[in-house]
């Protein structure tokens, strides 16, 4: 039993989502001025720009999975700097994650792949973005408090 | 395909055993007289308190996994101030981990239990254990920056 595999991708998937939720909270809680230009640790970047970089690593992710190939990731480090912008690209790739991803063969998250970042567990591609995801917006919340913001719920999803 | 399972226990345990390096490496980080001190996000608490926080909610899971059921969460807010306790205990959970997990049957991860927060799927309360650590982990990398320290490399575990 304990060589066996544990995780349907539908579960990986909610958990996943319920990420993207909240994830999509935090940026709605910074005020408009603040979300690309607040940067209080310096050379931490604004809130903004880290979304766009975990935005562009699960989009070289969902490239790999659905067919496209694991070559170099191309993202502009600022593809806007408008928080309406940020919000409707990142529903746009959750509603692809849902869309997509269920089609994706469980056993391939078992296979190794050559990413950018060297040879990887496709499964520790997949999670890695999402705890990119979980990491940065921990970063954002304590912008949020620096701000005098009280910050959406951690474990509401 | 699609719906079959897709982890190695052993691949999330190894996931699992690079998130705590990193954060023991971040907590190593802290100057000593910072780790249970420095909050300069009010109400969030200082680093080694959240460090505790996860120590107590991994132990929860542990116990629930290998056998002593899902019952109240106990644990101390801070039962040690000092930073050589906190790293003790760390490592010594660390070993627990690395030593037990694996004796976990693959298939329980796809159990619902009652938890105290909650029925939730085993793999969700133990996912959710190693999010709440990367957040938080997020969160002490910030007051690092603050600090004027430069945090430990995130991609390296």
Excluded: C
Excluded at 18 to 43: C, N, S
Excluded at 96 to 120: C, H, N, S, V
Aim: proline letters at 8%; hydrophobic letters at 40%; a negative charge.
């Amino acid at each position: 039993m304990t060589d066996s595999h544990l995780l349907r991708p539908s579960d990986l998937l909610e958990h996943w989502l319920g990420h993207r939720r909240l994830t999509r909270r935090v940026i709605e809680a910074f005020p408009d001025e603040q979300l690309f230009t607040f940067a209080p640790a310096p050379p931490m970047r604004p809130f903004g720009e880290m979304v766009w970089e975990v935005h562009g690593q699960t989009a070289y992710n969902l490239n790999g999975l659905l067919g496209g190939g694991w070559g170099e990731p191309v993202w502009e480090r600022v593809p806007s700097a408008d928080k309406t912008d940020l919000l409707a690209e990142w529903e746009a790739q959750t509603a692809q994650l849902e869309r997509e991803l269920p089609a994706f063969p469980a056993a391939r998250y078992g296979e190794i792949k050559r990413l950018a970042w060297g040879d990887m567990l496709v499964f520790t591609a997949v999670i890695g973005a999402v705890d990119n995801e979980i990491h940065h917006r921990g970063q954002g919340i304590v912008y949020l408090r620096l701000l005098g913001i009280t910050p959406p719920e951690f474990w509401e999803r």
